[in-house]
């Protein structure tokens, strides 16, 4: 079963086993071409070989520290020991030796492939750190209880498995995360970033100390739920218009820029045509010039090969302005379409202006709050619509009879509007709340903390208030930051657009005047020669 000791003196693995075998693996292989032409490198051999050399006892492989494959079969070693170092190690063979227990193995981290087939062990342990380990051969050993030794494979197996489903979960993890980027950043391009969920809702209560406490009270809960829905839905809706704007601004964007392009090429074009219709002339010129000799008819033809020059600066300098007025106009339409959408946009989630929409025909109407707020019901609405308010609402000359009076629901007022409301029956609740509480009548058992608000109606009333004044420095908040940073953009946008022009007209006079002086020295090269001649 094991290898006994030959009549060879068993040996230790020593500097000239280790040059000896480096050498013999020959050109073929990495270490013996590096051995045959730059000299033996041990920390540059990846793959050693040592079976059959009757070794006792393993030392001496401290140099290998980039080894990845190491074959130390058909030996007669004893103890596993002296690989510690070998932390790249991936490919491990010591059948056929005389060892009895795993051992020495725990720095070798990156092991994938073991072989320990037919050796004298009888304990399967001293494995929990190879995590990398896929392959272990553990055949024709002394392990009495086979089981064991199945449930150590199972065991790696399953070790193998599991860090498979980890790389997998950790990957799926990874690109869920990395959606979710992109997504943010989408959302916050359109500054409505963390509206199409309960954020918002959630950033009020999470430093609202008394509006914890106040929830404990009886029908809070209810109304709290009922509250957080309505809120949720405008938050929502805010977060779905804002998407769809920002649709609305990108298409603004692109078909700008696409004009701006579509102007930029037509006008390089025909300045193109100009200069090549020039260039076949003034080429034909210089010839003519070169084969004149006639002084004074030299004189005349560099004259007007001059004028030439001259005439097309004029030419493209004249493209060039016409191109800058086009495009002038085009970034002032521009500059104003934005800034109207952006406008638009700010209007319509603070709530400036509430929405009005025709039910048969689903269009919305913008119309001022104050006249808004004059109608009262919708069944007074109604009544009233042809005949008392026609005059005040903008854009709308005639309103017909199927006409009703609708906010639109995705405004912050209207996020104010349900703050305000719950605010008034949370102290209703309150202010109820206190009176049973000093007729002795509240039966809940409500927390110490919670009682202790229940002293006189000033306590409770500076609780209530200051919960609503949380939630609405909240709302106010993030309505500032939208309307500071879709402003912010539109400027910078514009700034931008502006800047490039003026670097673009800049870059292109630069490009005009620079082969208008290649075009003139050239000229002016050619008569000091034709006059020296």
Partial sequence: ???????????????????????EQGPREEAGQLAKQEGILFKDVMSLQLDFQNILRIDNLWQFE????????????????????????????????????IEGLDTLVNLEDLSLFNNRISKIDSLDALVKLQVLSLGNNQIGNMMNKKMAEMKHQYSTDEMKHRENQMQIKQEEEQARRVKLEEHK??????????????????????????????????????????????????????????????????????C????????????????????????????????????????????????????LFNVLMTL??????????????????????????????QGLYPFCDDTSTGRYYIVPRDVLASWGDREKVYAVLTKEVQPQVRKVPVLPQTW???????????????????HEKLLE????????????????????DVRALFIDKDTVVNAVGASHDIHLLKIDN??????????????????????DEITRNRKRVKEIKQYIDHMQNELDNLECVDIVD
């Fill in 320 to 349: 060039e302005m016409q191109l800058v007025e086009q495009l002038e106009e085009t970034i002032n339409m521009f500059e104003r379409n934005i800034i109207d959408l952006v406008g638009l946009f700010i209007e319509n989630v």
């Fill in 189 to 258: 391009m359109a500054f409505i970033e963390r509206l199409d969920d309960s954020y918002l809702f959630d950033s009020m209560y999470a430093e609202d100390v008394e509006g914890n406490k106040l929830s404990y009270l009886p029908g809070v809960g209810d109304l709290l739920a009922a509250y957080k829905d309505k809120f949720v839905i405008i938050c929502v809706n805010i977060f779905e218009y804002g998407l769809k704007q920002q649709e609305k601004r990108k298409i603004e964007l692109d078909t700008f820029n696409e």
């Fill in 66 to 101: 980039n080894l990845r494959k190491l074959q130390l079969d058909n030996n007669i070693i004893e103890r596993i020991e002296g690989l510690e170092n070998l932390v790249h190690l991936v490919w491990l063979d010591l059948s056929f030796n005389n060892i009895e227990a």
């Fill in 1 to 23: 079963m094991n290898r006994m000791y030959d009549s060879m003196e068993p040996r230790v693995i020593d500097d000239d086993m280790l040059k000896v075998a480096v050498g």
């Fill in 404 to 422: 009703l009076c609708l906010t639109h629901g995705c405004t912050m007022a209207q996020c104010r509007d349900l703050e305000n409301h719950h």
């Fill in 478 to 499: 993030r309505e500032d930051e939208l309307v500071t940073r879709v402003n912010s953009w539109c400027t910078h946008l514009v700034d931008k657009i502006h800047k």
């Fill in 429 to 448: 609740i309150a202010i109820n709340t206190l009176e049973k509480t000093a007729k002795g009548e509240i039966e809940d058992d409500l927390p110490e």
């Fill in 260 to 311: 701006i392009q579509e102007a930029i090429q037509e006008n390089q074009e025909e300045g193109r045509l100009k200069i090549a219709k020039f260039e076949e002339k003034h080429f034909m010129n210089l010839n003519s010039i070169r084969e004149e000799s006639d002084l004074l008819n030299i004189e005349k033809k560099i004259m007007e090969c001059s004028e030439d020059i001259t005439e």
